[in-house]
C-alpha cells in the first residue's frame, strides 16, 4: 500500500542552526500536508502543498514539494527553543484516509 | 470557535475490558477521523467518518469500531482491550472540501494493564 517514508526520525540541534526533514513516498501524492506536534500536545496543521514544485514560506520555515509530487521537505532556518517538537508529513489521499510518516523529532539546544 | 473535545483525557483499563471514547468535532465540520499514535508506529490512522457513514477504514482488528451520530459526534470503541492497545487516540475533525487540514483534539491516553 501507500507508503510515506520520514527523515531523519531524530535531529539534534543547536539553537540557531539550521534543520531539514524530509517525506518520500513510493507513488505520487495528491497534496502533502505538514504538522507539527509538540511535546504532550496534538499535531497541528502547518501547510498544504498540491502544485509540483511548489515552495511556499512561514517566516523560519519553507515547504517544498518536488517536481514529480513524491517527495517534500520542511527546512527551518536559524532553530529556536519554540520549535522543539515532532513534524509530519501526511498525505491527504481520499478524504479522511490520512497516512503520516513517522515524523522527525527535533530537539534544539539552547 | 471550539476546538475538536475529546473526552476522557486519560483512562486506565484491564486486558478484557472494552472502553468508548467520545470525540466531538468543530461545529459545522461533518468529517471526523481517529487515529493510534504509538511511540514505535506513529500515527496510524483508524477510520474516517462522515455524515454518519463510516467512509474510510484503516488496517486495524474488528475489536476497533466506531460511529458517528447525527450532531457529528462521535465514538470509537475497543473491545477486548490488550496491552498493545495503549496509546494516544487522536480524533480529527475536517470541514467540508476536498483534501482540508485537519483539526486535532488533545486525545485520550489509554492504558491497558
Known amino acids: 500500500g501507500q507508503q510515506v517514508m520520514q527523515i531523519p526520525q531524530y535531529q539534534h540541534v543547536q539553537e540557531g542552526e539550521d534543520f531539514t526533514t524530509y517525506c518520500n513516498s513510493s507513488t505520487t501524492l495528491s497534496n502533502i500536508q505538514w504538522y507539527k506536534q509538540r511535546p504532550g500536545g496534538h499535531p497541528v496543521f502547518l501547510i498544504q502543498?498540491?502544485?509540483?514544485?511548489e515552495v511556499k514560506k512561514q517566516k523560519r520555515l519553507t515547504f517544498q514539494f518536488g517536481e514529480a509530487k513524491k517527495n517534500s521537505s520542511l527546512h527551518i532556518t536559524a532553530t529556536q527553543t519554540t520549535d522543539v517538537g515532532t513534524y509530519f508529513c501526511?498525505?491527504?489521499?481520499?478524504?479522511?484516509?490520512?497516512?503520516f510518516g513517522k515524523g522527525t523529532k527535533l530537539s534544539v539546544k539552547p | 470557535k471550539a476546538g475538536v473535545t475529546q473526552t476522557p483525557r486519560y483512562l486506565i483499563k484491564t486486558r478484557g475490558q472494552q472502553v468508548t471514547l467520545s470525540c466531538s468535532p468543530i461545529?459545522?465540520?461533518?468529517?471526523v477521523s481517529w487515529y493510534q499514535q504509538t511511540p514505535g508506529q506513529g500515527l496510524q490512522f483508524l477510520f474516517e467518518y462522515f455524515s454518519e457513514t463510516q467512509r474510510n477504514k484503516g488496517n486495524f482488528p474488528g475489536r476497533f469500531s466506531g460511529r458517528q451520530f447525527s450532531n457529528s459526534r462521535s465514538e470509537m470503541n475497543v473491545s477486548t482491550l490488550e496491552l498493545g492497545d495503549s496509546a494516544l487516540y487522536l480524533c480529527?475533525?475536517?470541514?467540508?472540501?476536498?483534501?482540508?487540514?485537519?483539526?486535532f483534539g488533545q486525545g485520550t491516553r489509554l492504558t491497558v494493564v
Open positions: 501526511m498525505n491527504g489521499g481520499s478524504q479522511g484516509n490520512l497516512i
Open positions: 502543498l498540491v502544485k509540483s514544485g
Open positions: 461545529s459545522g465540520h461533518r468529517s
Open positions: 480529527a475533525s475536517s470541514p467540508p472540501g476536498l483534501n482540508t487540514e485537519a483539526f
